[in-house]
């Protein structure tokens, strides 16, 4: 059902701001949760309305709706009729919020161990992704992560991610190593020449940084490759202090 009525002109008890503070937001459907983002409907819907229709139109062609949050795009919220910049602004901003503090908890920071705790903590994020992603793990001296940065989106079968990037966020964070990772929305974790060519790269910029990479995962859906293993000539090539 698409509400045309004003949020105001709904009981109290269905209005989505009142239902926050009175029950909690995990008792809130995506819906009401967006529509407090939006505030304000669009023509005759109000923005409970908005937000249905907002959810309809990214889960077209069986698309997961959440999923299609989750890779949030200004432009293609905006594309929908009634969003503006102003509306996605306040959406995007949120969503990036809600991904901050979530990797953010300081008392409870996972500590890398092997390819698969990075892979654990990078797949929700990139495994599904329908672009490339290219992410950094910056982690301390006992491995904890300090955060964990989206360094570029590319196209869906390209991304570009340069040393000078990623190593920014090491030094700004102080950060005493680092885990990199993108994804291949193609579904294939295989490693291509140039994400060969890339790590090595990467390597080299981490030796004259002193800021070792552990490791370079390459995520598709629930799977990865981990270069460390299956390439670990590269890191024999350029020796990173651990």
């Given amino acids: 059902m698409i509400y045309h009525l004003r949020i105001c002109d709904l009981p109290s008890d269905e209005r989505p701001r009142e239902r926050l503070l009175e029950a909690g937001s995990q008792y809130l459907s995506m819906a009401e949760l967006l529509a407090i983002l939006l505030n304000t409907g669009s023509g005759k819907l ?30 293609r ?9 102003a509306k996605a602004a306040t959406v995007g901003a949120a969503l990036e919020l809600g991904r901050r503090v979530y990797i ?7 500590i890398i161990e092997n390819p698969e705790t990075a892979h654990a ?5 990139l495994g599904y992704a329908l ?9 301390d001296v006992k491995n904890r992560v300090l955060a964990n940065h989206i360094i570029s989106m590319g196209t869906v079968d390209e991304t570009l991610a340069h040393p000078r990037d990623i190593f920014r966020e090491a030094i700004r964070r102080n950060a005493a190593r680092v885990v990199v990772a993108h994804n291949h929305p ?7 020449p ?26 598709a859906g629930s799977n990865f490759t981990s270069l460390h293993r299956k390439a670990t000539y590269l890191w024999q090539e350029v020796p990173q202090d651990a």
């Avoid at 953010?104 to 996972?110: A, F, G, K, L, Q």
């Avoid at 140039?194 to 995520?219: K, M």
Wanted: overall charge negative.
């Fill in 131 to 139: 672009q490339e992603k290219f992410a950094v793990l910056l982690l």
């Fill in 77 to 85: 919220l905006m594309a929908i009729s009634g969003v503006g910049p």
């Fill in 194 to 219: 140039e994400d060969l060519s890339l790590t090595r790269q990467i390597l080299q910029a981490g030796t004259l940084l002193r800021i070792p990479v552990l490791d370079h995962l390459v995520i």
């Fill in 46 to 75: 109000s923005a409970l309305g908005l937000a249905q229709l907002i959810l309809r139109e990214l889960s077209e062609g069986g698309a997961d709706a959440v999923g299609q949050l989750r890779d949030f795009s200004p432009q």
């Fill in 121 to 125: 903590l990078l797949q929700a994020e």
């Fill in 186 to 192: 193609s579904g294939d974790c295989t490693p291509s």
């Fill in 104 to 110: 953010s908890r300081p008392h409870d920071r996972p």
